[in-house]
């Protein structure tokens, strides 16, 4: 059974960083994709980042320049380095992951931001 274990979230000040990790354990499969979204409370669940298994990324426009995704292909985990952290990024994040058996995801990790 594949399983996310998610870790990294917490309560950070405007202005400070945290970074989160996800490390995908029981699949015998090759991971492709990996990424990370988020949801707000009241709010529908939102794309942050995705990275390839070639290290392609992409970020939502909200994100860009202050957030990086990146993978260790070999540990089966991705990161999500946050800057500049604003208190609309305040959310839970979850991390997905595709294999060629289907779409997996994390529990969530909380992340605070408090102005």
């Known amino acids: 059974q594949v399983q996310l274990v998610e870790s990294g979230g917490g309560l950070v000040q405007a202005g400070g960083s945290l970074r989160l990790s996800c490390t995908v354990s029981g699949s015998r499969f090759s991971i492709n994709a990996m990424g990370w979204y988020r949801q707000a409370p009241g709010k529908q669940r939102e794309l942050v980042a995705t990275i390839t298994k070639g290290g392609t990324t992409t970020y939502a426009d909200s994100v860009k320049g202050r957030f990086t995704i990146s993978r260790d292909n070999a540990k089966n985990t991705v990161f999500l380095q946050m800057n500049s952290l604003k208190p609309e990024d305040t959310a839970v994040y979850y991390c997905?992951?595709?294999?060629?058996?289907?779409?997996?995801w994390g529990q969530g990790t909380q992340v605070t931001v408090s102005s």
């Open positions: 997905k992951v595709i294999t060629v058996i289907g779409t997996h």
